[in-house]
């Protein structure tokens, strides 16, 4: 006799682990005005578009923030962030928008 078995093929969230590793979240700084705002690319197509318009948008709401624009230091076609370059966003930077789009 044949068996037929029918297996979920979705992974569970590992944020509803017992054992997920688990970060507070960042701290929140109370306005932009005169902050300095990381833009981090990741080279997909249409990341840039959706972070010049998040620039510009910004820039409005907050015209004394300072932008400082990133591209994914390593990998080919999708870029990534080194530590180093982390490391150096997070010293120069008060807060971060990354964008990925597709």
Known sequence: MAELRIVNP????QAA????ERFPPAVRTASLDGRSIAL?????A???VALARTHENLKRLY???RFVDYFG????HMRRASTEQLDRIASECDAAVGATAD
């Open 10 to 13: 979705v992974a569970e969230s």
């Open 17 to 20: 682990a017992s054992n997920a």
């Open 63 to 65: 015209p004394t923030a």
């Open 73 to 76: 230091a390593e990998g080919t």
């Open 46 to 48: 249409g990341g840039d």
């Open 40 to 44: 981090f690319w990741n080279a997909k």
